[in-house]
């Protein structure tokens, strides 16, 4: 369950505005095994150019081909160790089409070592790393070798327990398509704890202090979204003053976000079971966004599980 605003009419978006000349042009690298294929089919459905194996010499020059193409506005450029030597200079690469087209933004995909060994067993494919060693030591040697690439990403994904579903999910909320695709944007997740936390979150928060309308049994029924439980969250003290300050805290960070770059900014709310304070809070966080002119996007992840559970 989620909603997202657009920003009302002659308003300017709080994110960097980008002139309509300019290319969205996403380099997509990380781990070997960890998705990079699956991605950019995602995005070529989306309507992104996508090129894969493209050695890095040959990024400007390809993205000045396309610019002058004319007709290509969302570009998805794939770059991995596969170029083999002339990986290294991917990032005199990057400088070069930031002179030009702006940096292009990154997307590095990881995985855990575990899961990127079983990967590579179960298609039994070669690693582009290959060595006399162990896979085990061709994975270490690449995730060595792509340290300044993931220093450097703007976003990053851990495909370690994602299906190819869950995978195109995380893509639409951290590479925006449509109208907020290139404005910055907040976007807040309600959660349980119970179920996990959300590995793409760049803040969270867990709200279990809070009053806790689940030991109240006309209220247990209910969620976040519905008045009874609003009221009795926010109907304590405790609840007031942590919604003022985390609110306050949250609008001084976001202008601080964009000057570093991000495009986004996932804010994780939990409480035990993702149906009553953190959807409540996540809502209440919404709405003082919203109010705020910032860009924003709501969703409750575990709000129909908390249901369910009943």
């Known amino acids: 369950m989620s909603r997202q605003n657009n920003p009302p009419a002659g308003e300017e978006p709080i994110g960097p ?20 294929t699956n991605v950019l089919r995602i995005l070529e459905d989306w309507g992104y150019f996508c090129i894969d194996n493209l050695p890095p010499a040959l990024l400007a020059k390809t993205a000045q081909m396309l610019r002058e193409a004319g007709d290509v506005k ?4 794939g770059v991995d160790v596969r170029s083999r030597r002339f990986f290294d200079s991917l990032l005199p690469a990057l400088s070069e089409m930031a002179l030009v087209d702006g940096r292009p933004r990154i997307l590095f995909l990881d995985a855990d070592t575990a899961t990127l ?3 590579f067993k179960e298609t039994r494919r070669r690693h582009p790393m290959a060595s006399e060693g162990m896979l085990l030591d061709d994975i270490q040697m690449e995730r060595k070798r792509l340290e300044s690439m993931r220093e450097r990403a703007d976003i990053i ?11 195109k999910e995380v893509l ?5 398509l449509g109208q907020g695709k290139n404005q910055f ?7 349980g704890f119970k179920y996990g936390v959300p590995w793409d979150a760049d803040l969270l928060m867990d709200v279990r202090f809070l009053p806790n309308p ?3 049994p006309a209220l247990r029924p209910f969620t ?18 942590f919604f003022e300050k985390f609110s306050q805290m949250l609008l001084y960070l976001i202008p601080k976000y964009i000057e570093e770059g991000k495009s986004s900014l996932v804010v994780a709310i939990g409480c035990t079971g993702g149906q009553h304070r953190s959807v409540t809070l996540a809502e209440k966080l919404y709405a003082s966004l919203l109010a705020a002119s910032v860009n924003a996007a709501v969703s409750h992840r575990d709000i129909a599980r908390g249901k369910e559970s009943q």
């Open 17 to 36: 505005d980008k002139s309509a000349d300019i290319m969205d042009v996403w380099i997509i690298t990380g781990q070997s095994g960890a998705g990079k």
């Open 74 to 77: 969302q570009v998805a450029l």
């Open 117 to 119: 060994v079983k990967r």
């Open 157 to 167: 994904i851990d495909t370690t327990s994602l299906k190819p579903k869950e995978l």
């Open 172 to 176: 639409e909320r951290r590479i925006f």
């Open 185 to 191: 944007q907040v976007q807040i997740v309600s959660f």
């Open 214 to 216: 689940h030991y109240i």
């Open 224 to 241: 976040g979204l519905d008045a009874p439980v609003r009221d009795y969250v926010m109907g304590h003290e405790v609840s007031q003053v």
